[in-house]
């Protein structure tokens, strides 16, 4: 599968002779946050199906050409852990087949869990992963394959992904010679971005970073973000927090700090709301990014979240805009609708 990453490169160039073709259509991604579907929530899926946690969203998601999570756990049975953690997750065989059909294309597998249940436990992961044609990027049996991107081919127009981890433990992060999930180290970043920048027409980037239940980025998260886009990214998304933090426009590319949760098996009373992202591309401009409230207080919801049509909808996008101002010089930078005022 990952053999098309080398010939989807020769194709970047036909972009050129596309970006400018008024008749293209609008590609449109779908972004969400963290996917982690074991402990609580097996039952309710041995009861409801695979495709039970993602049927709330699912007209939004058949409405994109493909969507892109964070997938916070291996897909493994395996029941040997690779370290003593307070947290060790992972996700029953067969939610691949939930994520596949739910149009979710590609994972961030840069996180904190990935290596909850070994190399073995991630291996497996990649496998089923590959059985249902689901691009991965952020981690790998190496720091080289950790920092490959998950190439994906529209309307002429060709798209890099690529993912890091800022969390702990160290032991999870990848080297030339050990499994694990690509690091941000500053050159990795900069050198990874302005070579992918340079061979697609769209680069984005994924962190999985901050700290959990913090509204507000941390001086690293902006200076990372930073490097990406002055490295040629065009969109940075971010998770790790299980809330939503603010959103910044920065050189006219939004950065959403995080997302906070998905489908994610815990009762937490801090994680009741969190962001889906639509970005819209026409040719390999980025044409608008819309912010949608998404309810996944898992009391109510039971793991199946849902976007939030009612009034709170406006107070959870009233929310995100006061907490994104100190991070836009005070400008407010979302539309009544919760687009991204981005300068045309």
């Not at 194709?11 to 609008?26: G, I, K, V």
């Not at 449109?28 to 049927?55: C, H, M, Q, R, T």
């Not at 953690?85 to 996180?111: C, D, H, W, Y």
């Not at 702990?168 to 920048?197: I, N």
């Amino acid at each position: 599968m990952r053999a098309i990453r080398h010939a989807l490169i020769f194709f970047s160039w036909t972009s050129l002779l596309f970006a400018e073709n008024d008749a293209l259509e609008a590609i449109k991604i779908g972004f969400i946050g963290d996917i982690f579907l074991g402990n609580w929530a097996v039952e309710s899926i041995e009861k409801n199906g695979f495709n039970y946690p993602f049927e709330g969203c699912r007209k939004i998601f058949e409405s994109v050409n493909l969507v892109v999570g964070n997938l916070e756990s291996p897909i493994t049975a395996r029941t040997e852990p690779y370290m003593e953690k307070q947290f060790l997750l992972k996700s029953p065989p067969g939610i691949e087949r939930g994520l596949s059909r739910a149009n979710i294309r590609a994972v961030t597998l840069a996180n904190n869990h990935i290596l909850d249940f070994g190399i073995e436990g991630m291996q497996e992961t990649l496998s089923r992963l590959a059985s249902q044609n689901i691009e991965y990027f952020g981690a790998g049996l190496n720091k080289m394959e950790a920092l490959k991107e998950a190439p994906f081919y529209f309307e002429g127009i060709t798209f890099a992904f690529v993912g890091f981890s800022a969390t702990f433990p160290e032991e999870f992060w990848a080297t030339d010679t050990t499994a694990g999930t690509a690091f941000p180290f500053d050159d990795d970043v900069k050198q990874t971005v302005k070579r992918l920048s340079e061979l697609y027409d769209v680069t984005i980037v994924s962190f999985h970073w901050g700290a959990e239940k913090m509204e507000h980025p941390k001086d690293y998260q902006v200076d990372l973000a930073h490097l990406s886009i002055d490295s040629g990214a065009d969109l940075v998304i971010g998770h790790h927090p299980h809330v939503v933090q603010g959103v910044e426009l920065y050189r006219n590319k939004p950065i959403f700090y995080s997302l906070g949760n998905f489908a994610f098996a815990s009762y937490s009373e801090s994680a009741k709301v969190a962001m889906m992202v639509i970005a819209e591309f026409k040719g390999s401009k980025l044409q608008s990014a819309r912010a949608i409230p998404l309810d996944v207080y898992n009391v109510t919801r039971e793991f199946q979240p849902i976007p939030i049509d009612t009034i709170k909808r406006v107070e959870h996008l009233d929310h995100w805009r006061t907490i994104s101002l100190p991070l836009n010089q005070a400008r407010d930078i979302f539309e009544y609708d919760g687009k991204i005022k981005l300068r045309q």
